[in-house]
Nanobody
Framework: QVQLVESGGGLVQPGGSLRLSCAVS????????MAWHRQAPGKQRELVAR???????NYLESVKGRFTISRDSAWKAVNLQMNSLKPEDTAVYYC?????????WGQGTQVTVSS
């Protein structure tokens, strides 16, 4: 079992920054990939960024150059630094762990970009 707890969401003006954190506990040795997904009202959940066990990262095209995913070496924390935020980044952001077995999800944290 893996437990994920997100934090760091909130309200920010366009052009601002937020840092999301995901605290990871449980059987972290089974984790192969960690990712951040988001879901805006009325839209499907989408992959924002992911990082593999070897440190390879991938990003949604619309966030490249603005968002950065990082992790500690023990898979105890995964962060998403979000800069130059836009209103279209408004969504609930979810932390996701892809392990040997089922996927795990956090409860989500709201990010609202508005003036």
């Amino acid at each position: 079992q893996v437990q994920l707890v997100e934090s760091g969401g909130g309200l920010v003006q366009p052009g601002g920054s937020l840092r999301l954190s995901c605290a990871v506990s449980g059987s972290t040795s089974r984790i192969m990939i960690m990712a951040w997904h988001r879901q805006a009202p009325g839209k499907q959940r989408e992959l924002v960024a992911r990082i593999t066990k070897n440190g390879v990262t991938n990003y949604l095209e619309s966030v490249k150059g603005r968002f950065t995913i990082s992790r500690d070496s023990a898979w105890k924390a995964v962060n998403l630094q979000m800069n130059s935020l836009k209103p279209e980044d408004t969504a609930v952001y979810y932390c996701n762990a892809q392990a040997l077995g089922p996927d795990y999800w956090g409860q989500g944290t709201q990010v609202t970009v508005s003036s």
